[in-house]
């Protein structure tokens, strides 16, 4: 019995140990130090326009034109677009990411990725009219997302703008203007 002991011991003690589970092993780690204005510059805004600029009609002088895709690459790419929003709702809030006040913050990125779920599965039925519905949802959220966090932060700090912001109608538009206003 004692020389089972001590091959037990023994065999104990020469054993390779256990390596120490790792704090925090393969924790996710992220990088938030892209300003907001870059991530929506880089991420957010070319998505929003590419979808945006495959769904509806443009109207010219030289009339309508249907703004839907006409090939399976082009639908991809809106697919492309409302994937990216996904993701971009996502990491909208990410630690680190979120504006004050915060509930808002992820409440709008939330009906961000919401609405480009939809965007995406409208684009993957070939759905022009979806695809547009769903373009119209986004853009309502992010004019609301901009109206908290963008214009009414700008106003307060800068009041509002000086003279008119946009350029002046040309001569044509403007002869139209005066014209429908003077009843004729």
């Not at 609405?115 to 022009?128: S, T």
């Amino acid at each position: 019995m004692l020389a089972c002991l001590s091959a037990a011991v023994l065999m104990a003690a020469c054993s390779q140990p256990k390596p120490a589970a790792k704090a925090e092993a393969g924790a996710a780690k992220f990088n938030t130090s892209l300003p907001m204005d870059e991530f929506m510059g880089h991420v957010v805004d070319p998505a929003s326009f590419q979808y945006w600029e495959g769904s509806g009609t443009e109207v010219t002088a030289k009339g309508e034109k249907d703004l839907s895709p006409t090939t399976e690459e082009g639908w991809t790419k809106l697919e492309n677009a409302a994937a990216t929003l996904i993701e971009a709702g996502n990491a909208m809030q990410l630690p680190g990411r979120a504006r004050a006040p915060e509930a808002d913050w992820y409440r709008h990125s939330q009906v961000l990725i919401e609405r480009a779920v939809a965007a995406k599965a409208a684009a993957e039925k070939h759905d022009k009219e979806a695809v547009f519905k769903a373009g119209a949802a986004l853009y309502e959220e992010c004019t609301a997302c901009h109206e908290q966090y963008v214009i009414q932060p700008e106003l307060k700090a800068n009041g509002p703008a000086k003279g008119d912001p946009l350029p002046p109608l040309p001569a044509d538009i403007q002869a139209k203007v005066a014209a429908k206003a003077a009843g004729k």
